[in-house]
């Protein structure tokens, strides 16, 4: 059974810097593309940065220049370094893998259950 499990939210001033992780855990063959989305409430969730499997990245453009996706394929996580914090950037940030957990599976995509990034002014 696969389980994506993010740590490193919490509370920053305005201006400052989180890194968020998300390592994967369980059966899993081949791992394609990694990312990071978040969500606030009353509003769609949305992609903020992802990697694929070759390296290639891509950013939402309101975190480009601050934010950097990277990923450790060894360890199988993936981590989110987020710079110059803005008072628009808190939200519950969500990892999403996708991933064959087996060579005979279809890939599928997982979720993390979530971290909360606050910031303050």
């Known amino acids: 059974q696969v389980r994506l499990v993010e740590s490193g939210g919490g509370l920053v001033q305005s201006g400052g810097s989180l890194r968020l992780s998300c390592a994967a855990s369980?059966?899993?063959?081949?791992?394609?593309?990694m990312s990071w989305y978040r969500q606030v409430p009353g509003k769609q969730r949305e992609l903020v940065a992802g990697?694929?499997?070759?390296?290639?990245?891509n950013y939402a453009d309101s975190v480009k220049g601050r934010f950097t996706i990277f990923k450790n394929i060894t360890k199988k996580t993936v981590y989110l370094q987020m710079n110059t914090l803005r008072p628009e950037d808190p939200a519950v940030y969500y990892c999403?893998?996708?991933?064959?957990?087996?060579?005979?599976?279809?890939?599928?995509?997982?979720w993390g259950q979530g971290t909360q990034v606050t910031v303050s002014s």
């Open positions: 369980g059966s899993i063959f081949i791992i394609y593309t």
């Open positions: 990697i694929t499997s070759r390296g290639n990245t």
């Open positions: 999403n893998m996708n991933l064959r957990a087996t060579q005979d599976l279809a890939p599928y995509d997982y």
